[in-house]
């Protein structure tokens, strides 16, 4: 499957943004889907997952749960992030990611799209 992200930009603190990952393919509902982000001098870090199939179930990262969502519409083979009350600190490269397993490890995820640059303002 191939990845590409978007939706990426300049905010100001407190400002909301949605990133989109577009798949190609017709298995992109087998998948379960992740976003990471990764900072300047900093590991790529796990932000939020969501299940295959149905995507009822989600997991978050302390630093973003109750700012940010995830969703998935398989029949447009999308994944979201819609990203409220953005912080300077949520500045990064964002990642989605494809994989096999639900899981908050980067190394679980198989496929990877190209980054999106969020960057908020204080």
């Known amino acids: 499957v191939q990845l590409q992200a978007s939706g990426g930009g300049l905010v100001q603190a407190g400002g909301s943004l949605r990133l989109s990952c577009a798949a190609s393919g017709r298995t992109f509902s087998s998948y379960h889907m992740g976003w990471f982000r990764q900072a300047p001098g900093k590991e790529r870090e796990f932000v939020a997952a969501i299940d295959r199939w149905s995507g009822r179930t989600t997991s978050y990262a302390g630093s973003v749960k109750g700012r940010f969502t995830i969703s998935r519409d398989n029949a447009k083979n999308t994944v979201y992030l819609q990203m409220n009350s953005l912080k300077p600190e949520d500045t990064a490269v964002y990642y989605c990611?494809?994989?096999?397993?639900?899981?908050?490890?980067?190394?679980?995820?198989?496929?990877w799209g190209q980054g999106t640059l969020v960057t908020v303002s204080s």
């Open positions: 990611a494809a994989g096999g397993i639900y899981s908050p490890r980067v190394y679980e995820y198989s496929y």
